[in-house]
Nanobody
């Protein structure tokens, strides 16, 4: 069984920074892509940033230049450094990972979500 556990959310003022972390644990053979999604009230879940096992990244246009995704393959952990935060970044942020296990093959896994609120 695989678990993704997120941490690092909270309340921050506009212009501030937060760093999200997501650690995967369980019977993991290999982790392919990892990413962060977010869902604001009344809106669909959207991709924020993703990173491949080789380190290639892509970002939503709305966060380019402000957010940085990175990963530590030895720790099965993905990070999202969020700078210059804006009120419109307020959402629940979800970690996602494409993980290969011996039992289930390759499947998508999700974290429980962490709230990020940007407000003065």
């Amino acid at each position: 069984q695989v678990q993704l556990v997120e941490s690092g959310g909270g309340l921050v003022q506009p212009g501030g920074s937060l760093r999200l972390s997501c650690a995967a644990s369980g019977s993991i053979f290999h982790i392919h892509a990892m990413g962060w999604y977010r869902q604001a009230p009344g809106k669909q879940r959207e991709l924020v940033a993703a990173i491949t096992s080789g380190g290639s990244t892509n970002y939503a246009d709305s966060v380019k230049g402000r957010f940085t995704i990175s990963r530590d393959n030895a720790k099965n952990t993905v990070y999202l450094q969020m700078n210059s935060l804006k009120p419109e970044d307020t959402a629940v942020y979800y970690c996602n990972a494409e993980i290969w296990t011996v039992v289930a093959g390759t499947s998508d896994y999700w974290g429980q979500g962490t709230q990020v609120t940007v407000s003065s």
